[in-house]
């Protein structure tokens, strides 16, 4: 851990001219991840359809020509409502779909189903093997159409997946022309550190913009707190509740922690970072609260008007929320737009990746997720609770409430 006394010591070396260049990636790779017998023209091999199963013999698997093009797989329930069957690529050596750790990838196929079905993915890691990873929102019954499903970012250790679609044994459905391309949108936001120790920018540069000491950033604005660089990772120095000077040589003011992008253009888009939570603390005008810790923002307009989702609560849940003008925080209202969901622990000193996604909605709605170790945690619509959807653009960054800790890999995708 870094020691205290290297904020306080006066002896912090001012990093702004490296740390506050961040750089920025061009398109994410487009290419397909092989789907084996994608579009079923494989036909049998074995007694079986090849490299697919039907997780039960509760249904029955056969293929058609009622499809998007050629045949198709028919998948028939033989079971009592309820009753989930899962139709996947199976786990064979030989029809394992490679993927590549930290990746984001889309997930596109043509399904018609007489009683609703969700996509399904399964992950393997060597040492660890086969696990559910990514469980979809339910679509309703519809007669053949294309479906379109981003994945969270691949799990670290993860080398390989099985995909899918999940329905009630008292239905069927046809599943046809399944792909999975990598890449789900470009890289808009890539932020970098030196992998020295020192200041990157603080909020005393926010509120004194015309004095020459200031650690200005070219990429982050900080309203409240300091961030520092730590072994090429963002840090939030040891937190107090103490005015900053120019460079947190004395204090850090970290106890509230408000870092944005400069960039406002950031409209649909993916955020996902690695975190590091060290420890929890209070100070005198912060004491602890069970919403302590560390939290994605999304689509922020001002302080006024921004969602935001827990990722690292000292409460251990998870939750979505949505900031409005006019009220007793700062001016503003909070909103939960879903419940605080538990089962989320801190994991203190342990690197964690967390992710959350912002979107506009045809209906004028806005929809948004926040995933855990890549996985989906939370998924709300904001049809307009407290004020309207918080539509278009805006920017992101990393709220924290009395916590120190560190993030890594720090990244904004579109959705496109």
């Known amino acids: 851990m870094r020691p205290t006394r290297t904020l306080a010591s006066g002896a912090v070396l001012l990093l702004t001219t490296l740390a506050s260049v961040a750089g920025t990636a061009g398109p994410a790779s487009a290419a397909a991840s092989a789907v084996p017998n994608s579009s079923f023209e494989g036909g049998w091999s074995g007694g079986k359809l090849a490299c697919w199963d039907l997780s039960s013999k509760l249904g029955r698997l056969t293929l058609t020509r009622k499809s998007h093009h050629g045949l198709a797989a028919h998948a028939q329930g033989g079971g009592p409502a309820g009753t989930q069957l899962t139709l996947a690529s199976d786990a064979t050596t030989a029809c394992r779909i490679g993927v590549s750790a930290g990746d984001r990838y889309r997930l596109r196929f043509w399904l018609r189903s007489t009683a609703g079905a969700r996509p399904v993915v399964f992950a393997y890691a060597p040492g660890s093997g086969w696990r559910s990873w990514f469980t979809g929102e339910r679509f309703a019954a519809a007669s053949l159409r294309q479906y379109s499903v981003t994945l969270p970012a691949v799990p670290d250790g993860v080398t390989a997946v099985r995909v899918g679609v999940g329905f009630d044994a008292a239905g069927t459905v046809v599943l046809d022309d399944v792909t999975l391309t990598a890449g789900a949108g470009q890289v808009l936001f890539r932020p970098t550190f030196p992998d020295g120790d020192g200041l990157v920018t603080n909020d005393y540069a926010f509120w004194s913009p015309t004095d020459p000491r200031r650690a200005g950033s070219r990429v982050w604005d900080m309203t409240s707190g300091s961030l520092f660089a730590h072994d090429g990772n963002g840090y939030s120095g040891v937190p107090d509740d103490k005015p900053t000077d120019a460079r947190s040589r004395t204090s850090t003011r970290s106890a509230i922690f408000r870092l944005t992008t400069h960039d406002f253009s950031f409209g649909d888009v993916s955020v996902r970072t690695t975190l590091k939570v ?28 921004l969602y935001y989702a827990s990722v690292a609560r000292r409460d251990g849940t998870v939750v979505i929320k949505k900031k409005c003008p006019g009220g007793r925080s700062n001016d503003g209202t909070y909103y939960e737009l879903t419940r605080e969901k538990p089962g989320y622990p801190i994991r203190f000193g342990t690197w964690q990746p967390v992710g959350a996604t912002v979107s506009d909605n045809s209906d004028g709605s806005v929809e948004l997720t926040v995933s855990i170790d890549g996985r989906l945690a939370a998924k709300a619509t904001d049809r307009g609770v407290g004020c309207g959807p918080i539509t278009g653009t805006g920017a992101v960054g990393i709220r924290a409430d009395n916590a120190e800790f560190e993030f890594a890999r720090y990244r904004v995708s579109s959705l496109d």
């Not at 420890?279 to 005198?284: E, H, K, P, V």
């Not at 994605?296 to 008007?305: C, D, E």
């Open 278 to 305: 060290r420890r929890l603390s209070s100070t005198r005008s912060t004491p602890a609260v069970e919403w302590d810790g560390v939290h994605l923002f999304l689509r922020y307009k001002s302080q006024y008007r």
